[in-house]
């Protein structure tokens, strides 16, 4: 991740720290939360390493009080991404994470339905990370990343075309949370993640639609059911105070 960390480091305003997966557990024990790992492949967009389904499978075994796991495709690798689906439900997670602006692909484009379908066959749920990118940030050309892949917007043609599939809108895909809500009060497959924001700017954001009981369009419980609280490690920590 050599070139990426530095500007995300900046636009976080943190240090982003390198712990061992003993530490990381030991530390989401004692707070007594299931933290989330995600696997990465963006070889074709970037070149750079993936961090295996495998890695993350084992980690989970290792550690099942402190993690659950979702795997990682690359899109642009055609068939052998939907084949790979195969081997990340046998290896127990519980689905893939997709960053459209960093693995470079559209997400409502048709010839990546066959990857959707098998996830909804499979159950896999399918974590988007939307909105802007903290990586590439402050950068001539944003590093080449495109933020136009990451509107939430783009979901909706998934979301309709696969009814049973769980769809989660990572990061609540600021700025463009807005049309984000529209789609969650119009389609129960899709939900609302709220990671990688400190509270005090989602609770600005997001409660006052979703799940505030006094608008007519959301019932607090079905709102709140879909919202989705998290950190974003290991550029936000989980203590961050709001
Ligand atoms: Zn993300």
């Known amino acids: 991740m050599q070139g990426y960390i530095e500007a995300a480091e900046s636009y976080f305003r943190s240090k982003v720290v390198r712990r061992s997966l003993d530490d990381l557990a030991r530390d989401y024990m004692e707070l007594d939360v299931l933290a989330v790992l995600l696997a990465w492949d963006a070889e074709t967009a970037t070149g750079r390493p993936r961090v295996p389904n495998e890695l993350v499978a084992q980690a989970c075994r290792d550690h099942p009080q402190a993690f659950t796991g979702f795997g990682s495709v690359d899109p642009l690798k055609g068939d052998r991404a939907v084949d790979e689906l195969d081997r990340i439900s046998e290896l127990g997670l519980k689905g893939v994470k997709l960053h459209p602006s960093l693995q470079a692909f559209a997400p409502d484009d048709e010839k990546h339905w066959p990857l959707y379908e098998r996830c909804e066959e499979l159950g896999l749920i399918v974590l988007f990370h939307t909105g802007t990118s903290g990586i590439g940030a402050g950068q001539p050309g944003g590093q080449g990343i495109r933020l136009d892949y990451a509107r939430p917007i783009r979901l909706d043609?998934?979301?309709?075309?696969?009814?049973?599939?769980?769809?989660?809108?990572?990061?609540?895909?600021?700025?463009?949370?807005?049309?984000?809500?529209?789609?969650?009060?119009?389609?129960?497959?899709?939900?609302?993640?709220?990671?990688?924001?400190?509270?005090?700017?989602?609770?600005?954001?997001?409660?006052?639609?979703?799940?505030?009981?006094?608008?007519?369009?959301?019932?607090?419980?079905?709102?709140?059911?879909?919202?989705?609280?998290?950190?974003?490690?290991?550029?936000?920590?989980?203590?961050?105070?709001?």
């Open 157 to 242: 043609a998934v979301a309709a075309s696969f009814p049973n599939l769980k769809v989660i809108a990572a990061h609540f895909g600021y700025p463009w949370h807005t049309e984000l809500l529209a789609m969650a009060l119009h389609k129960t497959n899709i939900y609302i993640d709220i990671s990688g924001w400190a509270p005090r700017y989602t609770a600005a954001a997001m409660p006052r639609r979703i799940g505030d009981p006094g608008d007519p369009r959301a019932s607090a419980s079905e709102g709140a059911d879909r919202q989705r609280q998290a950190a974003a490690r290991p550029v936000v920590t989980t203590r961050q105070p709001g």
